[in-house]
């Protein structure tokens, strides 16, 4: 079965603008979570979607949104983009939000910020 | 908020060395999980432990869950070049929580 597709691998973006990552799930999975990754912070979760609905939110700012629809494809946007927003950005799916289905990852958005 | 401490951070061994790495907490946890990423890539799951005491093996890697509850650790016998990676450790609240991880170099 294919696994979770994360687009675009890699972007370049400058202070100020937004960005919009995409993120498909392995079919079947409702669950979609989104964390950053940085060499300092390690990985942190973002924010979790169950069925279009955001059912848990980590501890970033309001910059920081997503969504997610009926198929279970999820966005993450990221606006006013700062330097310290470069970072590998992954999004894992999951049947549902159990930790004992496991959770698969894609193979991230590195995101520069220039 | 509950942390994972993982140690070491680095590890860098020769291919055919054994080595453990380890995964605490200062609170109990109901399971855990560890997963290896590899560069450029995001995290894949190696193992879920849910009983205290539990042992579980995965070829050359074997995983065992603290009687306690609050431990983890993760061995693997006669490393190869392929086990590169980092290794991290997660448990689940109502969200995935990661260790600090271990970086692991195995040279040829």
């Known amino acids: 079965k294919a696994g979770v597709t994360q687009t675009p691998r890699y972007l370049i973006k400058t202070r100020g603008q937004q960005v919009t990552l995409s993120c498909s799930p392995i079919s079947g999975h409702r669950s979609v979570s989104w964390y950053q990754q940085t060499p300092g912070q390690g990985l942190q979760f973002l924010f979790e979607?169950?069925?279009?609905?955001?059912?848990n939110k980590g501890n970033f700012p309001g910059r920081f949104s997503g969504r997610q629809f009926s198929n279970s494809r999820s966005e993450m946007n990221v606006s006013t983009l700062e330097l310290g927003d470069s970072a590998l950005y992954l999004c894992a799916s999951t049947w549902d939000n159990n930790f004992n289905y496991g959770y698969t990852f894609g193979s991230g958005t590195r995101l520069t910020v220039v | 908020t509950q942390l994972l401490e993982q140690s070491p951070q680095f590890l860098s061994i020769q291919e055919g060395e054994n080595l453990t790495v380890y995964c605490n907490s200062s609170s109990v946890f109901s399971s855990l999980q560890w997963y290896r990423q590899e560069p450029g890539e995001g995290p894949v799951l190696l193992v879920t432990v849910v009983t205290g005491g539990e042992v579980k093996k995965l070829k050359r890697l074997t995983f065992q869950f603290g009687d306690a509850r609050k431990d983890s650790s993760l061995h693997i016998t006669a490393a190869q070049t392929g086990d590169t990676g980092l290794y991290l450790c997660a448990l689940h609240t109502d969200k995935l929580i990661f260790g600090t991880g271990t970086r692991l170099q195995v040279f040829p």
């Open positions: 979607y169950f069925s279009e609905t955001q059912r």
